[in-house]
């Protein structure tokens, strides 16, 4: 994606992203802290409602690379079925 002038436009697209992060998710999971912020040092929730002093993540992949607060994509998911139909 790319700003130009106040406009956000679509960049050149790769293969489709694999995991998007499901912040919906959060309060199901009572608003693990996720994210770190050493500037201000305080660790946020995924969707923001929470936030705690210090770093203290609870798991590295909990909003990454399969975590519980992660999904496939559906767009994954019909590019990686015609990817496997075309080989």
Request: with cysteine.
């Amino acid at each position: 994606m790319t700003w130009t002038a106040g406009v956000v436009r679509q960049g050149i697209s790769g293969d489709p992203t694999r995991h998007r992060t499901t912040p919906e998710l959060c309060p199901w999971f009572f608003h693990p802290p996720v994210t770190y912020n050493p500037q201000m040092n305080r660790t946020w929730c995924l969707c923001g409602a929470k936030t705690y002093p210090g770093d203290c993540t609870t798991e590295t992949h909990l909003a990454c690379c399969d975590g519980a607060l992660t999904e496939i994509t559906p767009e994954y998911i019909e590019w990686d079925q015609k990817r496997q139909e075309t080989s």
